[in-house]
């Protein structure tokens, strides 16, 4: 949904790169619900966190014209509106109209416990078939990063096709850690520790590479959201000069209103860590580090610096891996000086 806030707060610049007319339909691949979104608001057999499709349209004048949503799904969209209000404290300058999926199925990891990379990206083909049966846009632009839909709806669509990613489904990292064989979020140890399922595993993933390039390659205007990303796309697109970084939106100037508490008057200090709880952002190392800074600290000092992980769940493996955040800090003794806070919105996050 931050995704959907940024790119609805450029709309204009964006939708003259790619060259729209002034009244045209975009469809944006936005970010799921969270996981606790009110069940009393989902329709029969529809995903808790399904995907959305973002339908707007832009009319002569610059403002947006949308279809009204059914009375079924009404409260839901402005739920979702509300939420992100709450989360990021960034008012929608235009309506939007929401078109949900069903086959969320096909984009599970869950569903593909081996070539999970190749298995997701090719459900996420299926996926986007099911969205272009239900809504055709003059323009599409993927915030999920489901490259592998770039050429889908560029050559079945007819549309033009814009991206922002976040992080690439492949990366150069990635490839070298299972080269040098270390264990880690993408390399399990039976694989790391067998040079045979290594060797097809670089294999692997260098293929994969060169179709992720290829898919990539297809988009119009590519966005990501920092320089890590950009070096990364760059590389495997091949188009740097179509890929601008836009970073994150966030509302500075509530943060800046924030009068600052001078440290000797501070009772405790706070290592504040803002971050999904994915397996890439390496929640277990920021504890295992606390734990190990405690350790040179005398009781007295302990009392003073606690360590706040901040950020939001996906799904249940999120939820799941979040279980074993905590199982972790209390295993190294530091439980009572690590605080998790999820999915908070804006104003605890100004103040935490």
């Known amino acids: 949904m931050m995704l959907l806030l940024l790119l609805l707060s450029q709309l204009t610049p964006a939708s003259a790169c790619l060259s729209s007319p002034s009244k045209a339909y975009i469809a944006i691949f936005a970010r799921d619900m969270p996981q606790h979104f009110p069940q009393r608001h989902l329709k029969r057999g529809q995903p808790l966190a399904s995907f959305i499709p973002t339908v707007m349209q832009v009319v002569e004048e610059k403002e947006l ?73 003059d323009i599409y632009i993927d915030s999920m990063g489901y490259a592998f839909t770039l050429p889908l709806f560029k050559y079945v669509g007819g549309c033009k096709v814009a991206c922002y990613t976040h992080y ?20 399990q140890g039976f694989v790391a520790h ?37 070096g990364h796309i760059s590389s495997l697109w091949g188009k740097p000069s179509c890929t601008s970084v836009v970073y994150p939106p966030c509302d500075t100037k509530e943060f800046l209103s924030i009068k600052g508490i001078p440290d000797d008057e501070k009772t405790v200090k706070s290592i504040v860590s803002i971050a999904q709880f994915r397996p890439e952002k390496d929640h277990k190392l920021q504890i295992r580090s606390f734990a190990n800074f405690l350790k040179r600290l005398s009781e007295s000092e302990k009392e003073e610096v606690k360590l706040e992980l901040i950020g939001s769940c996906r799904n249940a493996e999120d939820q799941s891996r979040v279980d074993e955040l905590k199982a972790l800090s209390e295993e190294l003794g530091v439980n009572e000086r690590v605080d998790f806070l999820l999915s908070v919105p804006f104003d605890v996050l100004k103040i935490a």
């Open 65 to 137: 014209m949308v279809c009204s949503p059914s009375n079924s799904e009404k409260a839901k969209a402005e739920d979702i509106v509300q939420r992100a209000r709450n989360r990021f404290n960034i008012v929608l300058p235009r309506a939007v109209e929401f078109v949900f999926l069903t086959r969320r199925n096909f984009v599970e990891a869950k569903t593909y416990p081996v070539l999970t990379l190749l298995g997701q990206s090719l459900g996420s083909v299926v996926l986007g078939f099911e969205a272009l049966s239900k809504f055709v846009p």
């Open 168 to 187: 690439p489904t492949i990366s150069l990292d990635m490839l070298s850690l299972v080269s040098k064989r270390t264990v880690s979020y993408n390399n």
């Open 194 to 230: 067998n040079p045979i399922l290594s060797r097809f595993k670089v294999l692997y993933y260098k293929l994969f590479a060169l179709l992720y390039g290829f898919v990539g390659a297809r988009a119009d205007v590519v966005m990501v959201n920092s320089s890590w990303t950009y």
